[in-house]
């Protein structure tokens, strides 16, 4: 586990770990669990523009995360945003706010966009960003690839101002990327996460990239494993 003054990280089971939280001590869940959907063989690439990043296998996406830890994500916090949302419809409370993240791919057979579940009362809302492959929305500022489901920073910084507030916690129980504590470390919030698809010093470099130390080119960059003696891109 490592902590700051606003930012936990844990190495460990989410299952586990979120029985230790008490009941809606959390303001938010903002997370992106497993589709089931077998991403590293979704993840070749589909056109001729460029090959797509090998990830490594994906063995964690082979199923959806067990009911107990939906029940322990609802009961650890006040409210929840989850991407991919219709993925896991049996396991959700009905809700008339879904978020729509219109990816402006173009016309290709990558999806239009994402549906990402809520658990407020306001109405269904859209974002579009651009995410398909090469292609980003901030071409000049492009994100980092360096997890085969990451997210963009720009669209989690846009949920963040809309469905939440500056000094509340955040919970994200598969970091992976740690995209969201880079979010919440940019607007204010406080950061809680937990990944146990990785290795200890995966998350040694993702909290240098939250706290601002160092950026993910760095934390990535094949030189910089090797000065440490690991190769994080490979042990997710």
Not at 46 to 54: E, H, Q, T, Y
Not at 68 to 82: A, G
Not at 128 to 150: C, F, S, Y
Request: proline share 4%; hydrophobic share 40%.
């Amino acid at each position: 586990m490592l902590n700051s003054d606003r930012i936990t990280l844990i190495h460990g089971d989410c299952l586990e770990e979120m029985k230790k939280i008490p009941d809606k001590s959390i303001d938010l869940v903002l997370t992106d669990p497993p589709y089931g959907i077998d991403s590293h063989s979704k993840n070749a690439s589909r056109s001729n523009l460029a090959v797509a990043k090998d990830y490594g296998k994906c063995e964690w996406d082979k199923n959806i995360p067990e009911k107990r830890i939906f029940s322990e994500m609802f009961r650890v916090s006040k409210n929840q945003i989850i991407f991919g949302g219709n993925y896991f419809v049996e396991y959700l409370k009905n809700s008339p706010c879904w978020i729509f993240w219109d990816k402006d791919n173009g016309n290709n057979d990558f999806a239009d966009g994402e549906l990402i579940y809520t658990s407020f009362s306001s109405s269904v809302r859209k974002i579009k960003w651009r995410w398909a492959g090469m292609l980003q929305e901030d071409m000049k500022n492009k994100d980092i690839r360096v997890h085969p489901t990451q997210k963009p920073r720009g669209v989690l910084k846009w949920i963040l101002e809309k469905y939440s507030n500056k000094g509340q916690t955040i919970l994200d129980p598969f970091m992976g990327s740690g995209t969201t504590g880079v979010a919440c470390k940019e607007l204010n919030r406080n950061f809680i996460g937990i990944e146990i698809n990785c290795c200890v010093l995966y998350i040694n470099a993702i909290a240098l990239v939250i706290t601002g130390i160092i950026d993910y080119l760095v934390a990535f960059f094949p030189s910089f494993n090797v000065v440490i003696g690991y190769t994080f891109t490979v042990c997710i």
